[in-house]
């Protein structure tokens, strides 16, 4: 429903011109400025936080926002801090970070208190009331706002009070709460006559309206709802001309002329596209947004991290400063022990001098790296997995060391960021390989249903466990057990819809129901159900749900990218299948859909061979890792010999071929793309003198590409950078056979 939050629609107004002023010197922290000088860079930030807000650049107005904060403490003005806070909370609503949002307005809200300002303090309450506005806490934000209201009128601040009158009015009358609604429509009337702001107008219009269609004033409705459509088509706002035509078809409906109905119909139709590819581009923007505020927050802790690191250099400057006292004074005294002493001042000034041009090539080299922009859908790549690969594992193998036990929390933050971001590129990956598949043939393999069901739940059992929720699988008895059809697609349908019930319920009962519904000549008709007992999906945003990027936003403790049901929905569409979703808040949620398959015999099923037993234990086996990058090397070279695997280094297919004339090897770890001879060539140079050694490929490419490219190649089998530990081992155990010398 329509909002409208004050403070900042006024101060953008009044500030607009000014914002367009030069705003490329704000302040250096290590300036000396009068306290003169910052009052005037805080105002000149100020105006630039409302226009970089107004222009979606969100993590403009968060980072210019750190630095006002800064210098408000610099001078130690909390008046400053509350008004900076204003827009970054702002921001954070709009990425949708309300956790942060909340602790910034409550924040804020207490040091109004000790600056003793009532405006400040009434703003601190509006924000704290649109935030609650915003996630549906209705009666948590009508508490802030009537607080605000109080100070508001008593200060004679009319705008603010009719905004506040307006939300309080929106809220009533979604909740068809009569006397409320009445009681501040009229607090509208009081201050419209000195309303100047079209928005607002129309917003005015548009709450009359409701209320005199909730008491069935059909005549008077339609009058309100024209006027508001008035002002907002005169004045281009788009989501006040979609809300006035809807409301308006209601209120002929009501009056029972339908054939105007129709009419209003047809105009609210252009007015509902517009607005669907206005938040479209909004959605798409958020996430941008949100992406370049982690990323934001990642360069923060490495910029602390580097703090860190030239303080300690700074210590050890100061020690060998003592140190060469030290020598000096011992100079005069004992000229034997002040050349052992020039000596070991010597080795440890060209020590650090070592260290330090190390640490201005990695710093050089990651401000290189930080400098390069990726757009967020044109340059997700397998240049992007690779550092990915090294992050991931780096981040899992300081976890475990004890001296960075202190740093165990930020780590962890860091390998949640990167697992959380693989799991987008995944995602964005396969989304678009389903773009390109429209026009291609399913595939056809037999497979046996309900080990593939089980299969399933089995690999979801940490995410059941977490919420403490239960499976129940129902898959009646004449539902054949071998099938045939694309059994790897139906395999990520379940897994996207199971995943999704898991991830919003907590406490309750996951069923997964497959039934047969019509068998006809070629094939079986079976209808899937997945249905759980979690917080459901609101109706507003079960017409969108499938949609890229969309998620029910008034869960703000669920995470994720807004992809998994896009995914499901395209799936189905390669099949010619539909989804049907059912859902009702804090009941659950069920979603059904219906897939033919051909029924096919046991003999057809393609059984896994089992591996043969190993009589001798494979610790201490010896393992050629191939890989032309360094970190890659360090991190899968750590975790083999974390688990007691001896290991042998090369560089690319080349070097690994010299080597492998001179040692024995019980595997290889053989990277694909590799300069001088990549892994495809040195593959097949080995398999031209020996056929049994197992060669894994190590790659960051597609994850979505199938393992049959590799393997008609030589390869044994394929490992997808970055991987989970406990995965790689598996994989490296799985493919073990005895030691052969080659």
């Known amino acids: 429903m329509r909002k409208l939050y004050p403070f900042i629609a006024l101060l953008f107004l009044c500030s607009f011109l000014k914002a367009q002023q030069e705003t490329t010197e704000y302040f250096d922290p290590s300036d000396e400025i009068s306290e003169e000088e910052i009052l005037v860079r805080l105002d000149s930030l100020k105006s630039k936080l409302i226009q970089d807000y107004y222009s979606n650049n969100f993590l403009e107005v968060l980072k210019y926002g750190d630095m006002g904060l ?230 923060l802790k490495a910029r602390e991290l580097e703090n860190e690191i ?109 697992d959380y ?48 929720n239960q499976f129940e699988i129902e898959i009646t008895e004449d539902v054949p057990e071998f099938l045939k059809g694309d059994y790897v697609k139906l395999s990520q349908i379940l897994i996207n819809l199971i995943s999704n019930a898991c991830k919003f319920t907590e406490e309750g009962t996951i069923t997964i129901s497959i039934i047969p519904k019509e068998v006809k000549e070629e094939c079986i008709l079976l209808d899937f159900k997945i249905a759980d007992t979690g917080m459901g999906i609101s109706e507003e945003k079960q017409r969108d749900i499938f949609d890229e990027f969309t998620q029910d936003m008034k869960s703000n403790d669920f995470q994720g990218t807004g992809l998994g049901l896009a995914i499901v929905k395209r799936l189905l569409d390669l099949h010619d299948a539909t989804i049907d979703l059912k859902s009702e808040k804090n009941v659950g949620t069920e979603f059904t859909f219906t897939i033919c398959y051909e029924v096919t015999q046991k003999t057809e099923v393609e059984e896994v061979p089992k591996q043969e037993v190993i009589d001798r234990s494979i610790v201490g086996s010896h393992i050629l890792i191939v890989d032309d990058n360094k970190i890659n090397r360090l991190v899968t070279r750590k975790i083999l010999e974390s688990n007691k695997f001896t290991c042998t280094i090369a560089e690319n297919g080349k070097e690994a071929l010299e080597i492998i004339n001179d040692e024995v090897f019980d595997m290889i770890l053989m990277d694909v793309n590799m300069p001088i001879m990549n892994g495809f060539e040195a593959t097949r140079e080995i398999r031209g003198f020996n056929s049994t050694v197992p060669i894994i490929a190590l790659t960051a490419t597609d994850p979505t590409k199938s393992f049959d490219d590799l393997k008609g190649l030589g390869f044994t089998d394929l490992i997808i950078k970055p991987y989970d530990t406990a995965d790689f081992l598996e994989v490296i155990k799985k493919n073990f056979v005895s030691t052969v010398k080659i």
């Open 421 to 468: 971001l693989l799991a987008l590129i995944n995602d964005l990956l396969f989304l678009n390989k389903l773009d390109a598949l429209k026009n291609r043939e399913l595939e056809s393999k037999p497979f046996h249903l309900r080990k593939l069901v089980r299969n399933i739940t089995n690999s979801m059992e940490h995410m059941r466990a977490k919420n403490n």
């Open 310 to 418: 030239n303080q300690q250099t700074a210590e050890r400057n100061k020690i060998i400063l003592y140190i060469s006292l030290a020598a000096v004074f011992a100079l005069s005294v004992f000229g034997f022990t002040m050349f052992f002493s020039f000596k070991r001042r010597k080795a440890l000034v060209q020590d650090l001098q070592e260290t330090n041009v190390q640490y201005l090539e990695a710093k050089k080299k990651a401000e290189e790296l930080s400098e390069v922009k990726t757009n967020f859908l044109s340059a997700i790549s397998h240049e992007l997995r690779t550092p990915l690969y090294g992050i991931i594992g780096i981040a899992s193998i300081l976890k475990q060391e004890k001296p960075l036990a202190k740093y165990k929390e930020d780590i962890t933050s860091l390998k949640f960021s990167a």
């Open 70 to 299: 800064k210098l408000a403490d610099r001078i130690n003005n909390l008046a400053w801090d509350v008004e900076i806070s204003k827009y970054t909370g702002s921001a954070l609503i709009r990425i949708k970070d309300t956790l942060r949002a909340q602790k910034t307005f409550t924040e804020s809200l207490k040091k109004a208190k000790i600056v003793n300002d009532s405006i400040l303090i009434a703003d601190a309450y509006n924000n704290l009331g649109n935030l609650n506005n915003e996630i549906g806490e209705d009666k948590r934000a009508i508490a802030y706002y009537e607080e605000a209201l109080k100070i508001y009128a008593a200060k004679d601040q009319n705008t603010r009070v009719f905004v506040i009158h307006f939300n309080l009015s929106d809220i009533y009358l979604d909740q068809k709460n009569l006397r409320k609604s009445k009681q501040h429509v009229a607090g509208l009337d009081t201050y419209i006559d000195a309303i100047q702001v079209p928005m607002f107008r129309a917003g005015y219009y548009f709450s009359k309206g409701r209320l005199a269609l909730m008491e069935q004033q059909w005549d008077d409705a339609i009058a309100f709802f024209q006027e508001d459509i008035a002002i907002s088509e005169k004045h281009e706002y788009t989501d006040g001309l979609v809300e006035g035509y809807e409301y308006l078809i209601e209120a002929n409906v009501g009056k029972g002329d339908y054939e105007q109905a129709y009419v209003v119909r047809q105009q609210a139709d252009v007015y509902a596209d517009k607005k669907q590819e206005i938040e479209k581009a909004a959605a798409i923007n958020e996430v941008i947004a949100r992406m370049n505020v982690n990323q934001y927050k990642q360069e």
